[in-house]
């Protein structure tokens, strides 16, 4: 079996819940997160095999990385294999500038900050507990400590959101001059309290979101930042002192390279098999106490799917798609189809979107399969 170079830490612990969320998330329970490291590392262990012996990067995600008890996050990072990019995750409201000196310190060298939006209002219908101050004040306090590359997470599409707010949102992020900026159209799921409350308000939201992602595009693109996925933009490397500032833990994924993940949740793709430990937070910490795997899922995944999976992330990037090994997933017919329309562009063994055909995204890809 083919070795990971990238690995996927997730920390579920979460001070509340946002409506709108489905992750694998718990709300408070500090005196169960020295466990849980304990567990991580645990599970780490066992799965080492599979790990590059250089690994790339390392991604704290969750719930909330920078809820956990500052000792038990220093020892986590303290304990995790050395790589070119160290990306962790941080609610605003959790940021001080002692956390943000211990994250420097332990090697972090990317942070991504959950903003969502600046608007008051908008943040309550997301039940988020952060105030638009403390994202000001969590950039500063990462900027002090030396933490030189910064991403900002945004959401479009919530009730009551209008243009002007999302103009507003635009502004406010780059005033902040983050190296990235991530900006989402909202998911929310049937079924949730959030789908319930705001269904109305969502459905007449989705009619606006072609226009809003256009915004988005416009404003930051104008801005000097690389639309280099269809949620993700970096600054320019001529704006950032020849620096390549895309997401590269996030660019593996969408590159279909093999990953591990650790913690309740999360999922792992290497060579032909993918898995996803279960969610209960109790038996993981237990099994891995007693020296076992956590319980999985296990998926195989044969040569077509792994292809299909190339072809949908890949037309994600901005970067031609190479069509070396998979060029037989495609529909020969749907691809000059959707080049007469400037949609599409095929040269030299590549295919790539065009701007337009980036804007009518997912659509394009299921057509492109055969």
């Not at 090697?107 to 994202?135: C, K, Y």
């Not at 390549?244 to 093999?258: E, I, K, P």
């Not at 020969?332 to 790539?352: F, I, K, Q, S």
Request: hydrophobic share 40%.
């Amino acid at each position: 079996m083919s070795s990971a170079s990238h690995l996927y830490v997730h920390l579920p612990f979460c001070s509340s819940r946002c409506g709108y969320c489905d992750f694998v998330t718990v709300v408070g329970r500090e005196e169960e997160h020295g466990g849980y490291v304990s567990a991580l590392l645990n599970e780490l262990e066992l799965e080492r095999a599979l790990l590059s012996t250089e690994v790339e990067t390392v991604y704290l995600g969750g719930g909330t990385p920078t809820f956990l008890e500052p000792a038990v996050l220093t020892r986590l990072l303290g304990a995790l294999p050395r790589a070119g990019e160290l990306t962790v995750e941080a609610n605003p409201e959790t940021v001080t500038p002692e956390l943000a000196e211990l994250l420097a310190g332990a090697g972090v060298t990317r942070v991504s900050i959950g903003a969502q939006s600046f608007q008051t209002g908008l943040l309550a219908t997301l039940d988020r507990v952060a105030r638009p101050d403390d994202v000001r004040r969590a950039v500063y306090a990462f900027r002090d400590a030396g933490i030189d590359n910064i991403s900002l997470d945004l959401i479009y599409g919530i009730p009551g959101q209008e243009p002007s707010d999302l103009e507003a949102d635009l502004a406010e992020a780059l005033a902040l001059a983050p190296e990235h900026i991530s900006a989402y159209e909202l998911e929310a799921k049937r079924g949730t309290r959030f789908t319930h409350d705001h269904g109305a308000e969502l459905e007449r939201q989705s009619e606006a979101m072609e226009d809003y992602v256009e915004r988005v595009v416009d404003v930051l693109t104008g801005a000097g930042y690389r639309w280099y996925e269809t949620a993700n933009f970096c600054l320019e490397p001529a704006r950032a002192g020849g620096r390549d500032l895309r997401a590269r833990h996030n660019l593996a994924y969408w590159q279909g390279r093999d990953y591990l993940g650790i913690g309740i949740g999360a999922v792992s793709t290497i060579e032909n098999r993918r898995w996803q430990n279960a969610p209960s937070l109790a038996k993981y910490v237990a099994a891995l106490a007693g020296g076992e795997s956590p319980p999985r899922e296990y998926e195989e995944l044969p040569a077509e799917t792994r292809v299909t999976e190339r072809v949908m992330l890949g037309l994600r990037l901005d970067a031609p798609l190479s069509l070396d090994g998979i060029g037989q997933a495609l529909d020969g017919a749907e691809v000059a189809r959707l080049e007469r329309h400037g949609l599409a562009v095929l040269a030299n063994g590549t295919l790539t979107l065009t701007r337009r055909g980036r804007f009518l995204g997912g659509g394009v890809t299921a057509r492109l399969l055969s």
